[in-house]
């Protein structure tokens, strides 16, 4: 899922989990406030993974000299974050410019 639609969702998100908790407090579930309360930082963590996964993927697929690791993490149907662990313990970190 690319980072925009994943905002979009997120805010779609919320705003169902808002009027949804505007029906529970209408009912006066004590239990809700808390939940109310951190319902944006759930979203925010959920925008801030995507950049972050955003990241990781350019590191990991756009460098040439990671074809043929990816490919063999290809075959094996590793997903995003195993190759870049493997990566980060295979690859010396020197090479990297942002580190």
Known sequence: MNLRLTVVVTRVMM???????QQIM?????????????????CDN???????RGNLSALVDDPPEFDKFNQVFDLFGFGLMAPGMLLVRSYPLSRFETV
């Open 46 to 52: 959920h925008i801030q993974e995507a950049l972050l």
């Open 26 to 42: 209408g009912r006066n579930f004590d239990v809700v406030k808390p939940v109310c309360e951190r319902k944006q930082g759930i």
């Open 15 to 21: 705003k169902l989990m808002a009027l949804k908790t």
